[in-house]
T-cell receptor, first 109, second 111 residues
Framework: EDKVVQSPLSLVVHEGDTVTLNCSYE??????LLWYKQEKKAPTFLFML????IEKKSGRLSSILDKKELFSILNITATQTGDSAIYLC?????????FGKGTRLHILP | DAGITQSPRHKVTETGTPVTLRCHQT?????MYWYRQDPGHGLRLIHY???????DKGEVSDGYSVSRSKTEDFLLTLESATSSQTSVYFC??????????FGPGTRLLVL
């Protein structure tokens, strides 16, 4: 059965800290891995990763995929209170998209 | 795992025909959402519901309507399907804490 597992499920850090969020997967016919940030209603797209070892970067956020070990990490450096959100990982596998349960990140001022 | 199912899982239809997608939950969560996922756009919110008979529009609501007559069911209707509505549709549910749990998706092809 295809599955996507995110860890930790929740995380509380202080402003300025660096955080690493994990997403591991077991799927057949992997196509891509997607990261989203969910604050209020609709999740906001962050990254799409298809190739191993190539870091994608956007400001303080970066992500990388390891297709051999079947995981991805999302790094946030110099965290700010506005980074508080739920971060979702999803994997496109064949004609399916499987979502993880998300990591709830809370940044303390 | 959150109990969310979507039906059908795959559908092929013709332009101009009405289509209804069903989302069913067994979690008794108050909030339900319909999204579409397209390459280059990520998830986009179509409609959402915050209770029985209480719904509101999302970012891309044109051409879609929804109904929620029971807590457990949230229906998405394409009044007259167009090729631009070819997409993967996701239903999600959430409780008061806000974490959204997604269904398996429905792949719709409009010819």
């Amino acid at each position: 059965e295809d599955k996507v597992v995110q860890s930790p499920l929740s995380l509380v850090v202080h402003e300025g800290d660096t955080v690493t969020l994990n997403c591991s997967y077991e799927v057949t016919n992997f196509r891509s891995l997607l990261w989203y940030k969910q604050e209020k209603k609709a999740p906001t797209f962050l990254f799409m990763l298809t190739s191993s070892g190539i870091e994608k970067k956007s400001g303080r956020l970066s992500s990388i995929l390891d297709k051999k070990e079947l995981f991805s990490i999302l790094n946030i450096t110099a965290t700010q209170t506005g980074d508080s959100a739920i971060y979702l990982c999803a994997v496109e596998a064949g004609d399916k998209i499987i979502f993880g349960k998300g990591t709830r990140l809370h940044i303390l001022p | 795992d959150a109990g969310i199912t979507q039906s059908p899982r795959h559908k092929v239809t013709e332009t101009g025909t009405p289509v209804t997608l069903r989302c069913h939950q067994t979690e008794n969560h108050r909030y339900m959402y319909w999204y579409r996922q397209d390459p280059g756009h990520g998830l986009r919110l179509i409609h959402y519901s915050y209770g029985v008979k209480d719904t509101d529009k999302g970012e891309v609501s044109d051409g879609y309507s929804v109904s929620r007559s029971k807590t457990e069911d949230f229906l998405l209707t394409l009044e007259s399907a167009t090729s631009s509505q070819t997409s993967v549709y996701f239903c999600a549910i959430s409780d008061h804490r806000g974490s959204q749990y997604f269904g398996p998706g429905t792949r719709l092809l409009v010819l």
